[in-house]
């Protein structure tokens, strides 16, 4: 079966860096865009950036107006892995993340509705 296991979570100062990994399986991933979400505590779950399964365009990624700029999503189609390199962490960052696929392209991907696979989540902790 599929499955998607997120690591690298933890805690972190404000101003401090974390890299998210997402390693999937029993899915051909090359032939999915992956996403990752997050939920803070008594939040709705929120899109934060996608990489689209058509690595190497100008519109394979796409991100949150919230982390734009401080955040980088990349994928090792020969590892099945996905990465949020995440930067200049604020408090607000704080939340679990959350990996998806989906096998859909474009804008329509910041929608949660279009993911088919989820991980568990890692816990992203940023104090100040």
């Known amino acids: 079966q599929v499955q998607l296991v997120e690591s690298g979570g933890g805690l972190v100062q404000a101003g401090g860096s974390l890299r998210l990994s997402c390693a999937a399986s029993g899915l051909t991933f090359s032939n999915y865009a992956m996403g990752w979400f997050r939920q803070a505590p008594g939040k709705e779950r929120e899109f934060v950036a996608v990489v689209s399964w058509l690595t190497g365009t100008p519109s394979s990624t796409y991100y949150a107006d919230s982390v734009k700029g401080r955040f980088t999503i990349s994928r090792d189609n020969a590892k099945n892995t996905v990465y949020l390199q995440m930067n200049s962490l604020k408090p607000e960052d704080s939340a679990v993340y959350y990996c998806?696929?989906?096998?859909?392209?474009?804008?329509?991907?910041?929608?949660?509705?279009?993911?088919?696979?989820w991980g568990q989540g890692t816990q992203v902790t940023v104090s100040s």
């Open positions: 998806a696929a989906a096998r859909g392209s474009g804008r329509a991907l910041a929608s949660g509705m279009q993911y088919s696979y």
